[in-house]
């Protein structure tokens, strides 16, 4: 069975640029994270998806990022225009579990450098 | 903030000894969890306890939870060098369990 997989593993771009992150959890999970470590401090909490449903977003830093989970299967987030504080390692996470409580799938992380 | 902390925030030992790892949290837990990352990886589901829990083994692992203090801690026996990572606590709300907080992580080095 296939793990949860990002892509791309890292990405350069300059401010101001526009980066879009992919993530495709593992089949039949409904449950699709997003997660933030930034600099190694704490893996912060971005937004929760039940399916194609954002079941909670109170994560997001501010209107420049933009998730979506088309058809509840693979979700992107898109950053626009990137800032140097966007910066860090994004995490997705799958889980089956609808009703929380279960273990998370963690994909490898999508590095992003904003120069 | 309802983020786990981890403490300590590095820990070396050397190979065969017993690493021991805190969380503490703020807020009424459904669950803790216990994840490792080894470097430029994804993170690793190890163990998870349940909040009427007190004590978990999983192999070389052992996860105490103490509610009354919001504390957890992972013990590792007799450590070897591929347990050199991060250690993550990572707690599942009582009113939202569907949310977890991570800490920032232990990193653990074990030397040969």
């Known amino acids: 069975e296939a793990g949860v997989t990002q892509f791309p593993s890292h990405s350069v771009i300059e401010k101001g640029q526009t980066v879009t992150l992919r993530c495709d959890p593992i089949?039949?999970?409904?449950?699709l994270y997003w997660y933030r470590r930034v600099m190694g401090k704490e893996i912060k909490f971005l937004l929760h998806?039940?399916?194609?449903?954002?079941?909670?977003e109170s994560g997001m830093p501010n209107n420049r990022f933009l998730a979506e989970r088309t058809g509840g299967t693979y979700s992107t987030l898109k950053v626009q225009p990137a800032e140097l504080e966007d910066s860090g390692v994004y995490f997705c996470?799958?889980?089956?579990?609808?009703f929380g409580a279960g273990e998370l799938f963690f994909g490898e992380g999508s590095r992003l450098t904003v120069l | 903030s309802q983020q786990g902390e981890e403490d300590p925030q590095a820990l070396s030992i050397q190979e065969g000894e017993n690493a021991t790892m805190n969380c503490s949290y703020k807020?009424?837990?459904?669950?803790l969890q216990w994840y490792r990352q080894n470097s430029g990886r994804g993170l690793v589901h190890l163990i998870l306890?349940?909040?009427?829990?007190r004590e978990k083994h999983s192999g070389r692992l052992r996860v105490t939870l103490d509610t009354s203090k919001k504390s957890s801690s992972l013990l590792i026996t007799a450590s070897r060098a591929a347990d050199t990572a991060s250690y993550f606590c990572?707690?599942?709300?009582?009113?939202?369990?569907?949310?977890?907080?991570f800490g920032s992580g232990t990193k653990l080095n074990v030397k040969p």
């Open positions: 996470a799958s889980s089956q579990d609808v």
């Open positions: 089949s039949g999970h409904d449950n």
């Open positions: 998806f039940v399916k194609e449903s954002k079941q909670d």
């Open positions: 807020t009424s837990i459904n669950n």
């Open positions: 306890i349940r909040s009427n829990e």
């Open positions: 990572a707690t599942a709300s009582l009113y939202n369990f569907n949310k977890f907080y």
